[in-house]
């Protein structure tokens, strides 16, 4: 049985991403201008964005169906592990700005959820298979 909670945390990151895709696909400049960061080449934020409306899209598939699309999880959890231990590690490193900080940590907090999720699926998937023997 899939627990009630997962679908609001996957169906939350979507929307996460999703807002956050568009925010920087369509309004980067004011974004980047408002934390005082100098803007790179648009290209890059394009990409970024993006990939976050992807994964947005991805998140709201596995809402949608967790038990059936527990085998995405990873991915999503990859994504979270990588952009929140990016900026921690430059953070670490010497510094980032500020404006990625936030970010990260609701980055890592989706990545224990998501890795939370995850694992529970698979117990709950194991208990099935255990049942029908």
């Known amino acids: 049985m899939t627990p009630k909670w997962i679908a609001p945390v996957f169906l ?7 807002l956050l895709g568009i925010a920087f696909l ?8 408002s934390a005082g960061v100098p803007l790179p080449h648009l290209g890059y934020v394009q990409f970024g964005a993006l990939v976050l409306l992807i994964f947005a899209a991805m998140f709201l598939r596995i809402a949608r169906d967790p038990a059936g699309n527990r ?4 991915y999503g959890a990859g994504l979270k592990a990588a952009y929140s231990g990016v900026v921690f ?12 900080l936030p970010w990260a940590w609701a980055d890592l907090a989706f990545l224990v959820l998501f890795l939370v999720a995850w694992s529970r699926l698979r117990q709950a998937a194991g ?3 255990s049942a029908h023997r």
């Open 26 to 33: 369509f309004f980067s400049g004011p974004i980047f201008q």
């Open 127 to 129: 208990a099935g298979r």
């Open 12 to 18: 939350l990151a979507a929307a996460y991403d999703g």
């Open 71 to 74: 085998a995405l999880i990873p």
């Open 89 to 100: 590690g430059h953070q670490l490193a010497g510094g980032i700005p500020a404006m990625w």
